[in-house]
């Protein structure tokens, strides 16, 4: 059973470009939520996204959106950056909408200048 | 609204000391609470959750937690810890309806010898 990966683990951009990070979930899950942590905070809730619908939004702008493939693979697509948009990026898998546990992966870090 | 307090944000512990990180969460409803540990440049990795059943809840390490209804809280708890548990810890409660989860700020246990 493989678990969450996550790519790329590290990316550097300036300040008006776009991002696309990328998700895979762990083996048969079918829900993934993407949580945005800023250098020493905790995670804050991005979106969810279960079986390619978006499934529950936390408070951020309409410029974070998101993708969920028919394998359950997720992308996370952030434009014209900023840069408060510096931190890591997780994504966490987990089976049905209402499932407690969520697995994490190892996150992007993401550097804006 | 569902929050979670940390009570400290930084531990320092000698090798094989004993340690209690405190956590604190608001909800009028029922909850599922979970501890994360990350360490240094890695992602969340679930140490132990409470769903229901009993207060007392054992997870990976060595680590145990109890859930207390009346005080709202869910410290967790090692007897005896070790220098590779130096990392930060991570309490979190789900938010019902779409599975998402509000972290607290965090607690950097530093473990010494």
């Known amino acids: 059973e493989t678990g969450v990966t996550q790519s790329p683990t590290h990316l550097i951009k300036t300040r008006g470009q776009q991002v696309t990070l990328r998700c895979s979930s762990q083996?048969?899950?079918?829900?993934v939520s993407w949580y945005q942590q800023a250098l020493g905070q905790g995670p804050q809730f991005i979106f969810q996204?279960?079986?390619?619908?978006?499934?529950g939004r936390g408070n951020f702008p309409p410029r974070f959106s998101g993708l969920q493939f028919p394998n359950y693979s997720s992308e996370l697509n952030v434009n014209a950056l900023e840069l408060d948009d510096s931190a890591l990026y997780l994504c966490?898998?987990?089976?049905?909408?209402?499932?407690?546990?969520?697995?994490f992966g190892p996150g992007t870090r993401l550097l804006v200048l | 609204a569902q929050s979670v307090t940390q009570l400290d944000s930084q531990v320092p512990v000698f090798e094989e000391a004993p340690v209690e990180l405190r956590c604190n969460y608001s909800?009028?409803?029922?909850?599922?609470l979970f501890w994360y540990v990350q360490y240094p440049n890695q992602g969340l990795q679930l140490l132990l959750k409470y769903l229901s059943g009993s207060t007392l809840v054992k997870g990976i390490n060595g680590f145990e937690a109890e859930f207390n209804k009346s005080q709202t809280s869910f410290h967790l708890r090692k007897p005896s810890v070790h220098i590779s548990d130096t990392a930060e810890y991570f309490c979190?409660?789900?938010?019902?309806?779409?599975?998402?989860?509000?972290f607290g700020a965090g607690t950097r246990l530093a473990v010494h010898p």
């Open positions: 996204y279960y079986r390619e619908e978006e499934n």
């Open positions: 979190a409660v789900l938010k019902g309806g779409y599975n998402k989860l509000i």
């Open positions: 966490a898998s987990s089976f049905g909408q209402r499932e407690e546990t969520q697995y």
């Open positions: 909800s009028s409803v029922s909850v599922y």
């Open positions: 083996s048969g899950h079918n829900t």
